[in-house]
């Protein structure tokens, strides 16, 4: 009898992580239209090619897939830099992509799982140009 369980993948692609430390913190909020790319083989050999926007909310989700081997990868905009990849202890906060790829490490999917923690962290860049010098800047209340 064949498996016919589906299996869901999805995460959260928040975009101001305003510290860039790899954690979502409170207050840092999902990007929309972010595009999410879905690879892998099912074990019946069906090949899986797919991609989809994040939505309001920043979140993805890809649903109906076979038990198989799927990878990640979220396309970063230019105006952004993936925050660092696997920071703490806490795997539905911190950031799963790769911060050169924005691929995330491959799963093997069983029958019936259900994994929402493959996210990605991203924050605006900020190009300095040819500008060499430092500045200190500090405040007091």
């Known amino acids: ?12 692609l928040y975009g101001l992580d305003a510290n860039a430390n790899g954690i979502q913190d409170m207050g840092e909020i999902g990007v929309s239209g972010i ?7 099912a074990n019946d050999g069906t090949p899986v090619n797919t ?7 920043g979140l993805y989700l890809f649903t109906n897939l076979k038990p198989g081997v799927y990878t990640v990868q979220v396309v970063k905009p230019v105006e952004y830099v993936f925050s660092p ?14 911060p050169g790829t ?29 500008r060499k010098d430092i500045y200190q800047c500090s405040a007091e209340f």
Do not use: C, F
């Open 51 to 57: 991609s989809q926007p994040t939505n309001g909310s």
């Open 85 to 98: 990849a696997n920071v703490g202890s806490d795997d539905t906060k911190d950031s799963d992509s790769d």
């Open 102 to 130: 924005g691929i995330m490490s491959s799963e093997i999917l069983t029958s019936g799982e259900d994994n929402r923690t493959y996210d990605a962290g991203l924050y605006p860049s900020i190009d300095l140009g040819d």
């Open 35 to 41: 595009q999410v790319n879905l690879t892998g083989v």
């Open 1 to 12: 009898m064949q498996d016919t369980t589906n299996w869901h993948q999805s995460g959260i």
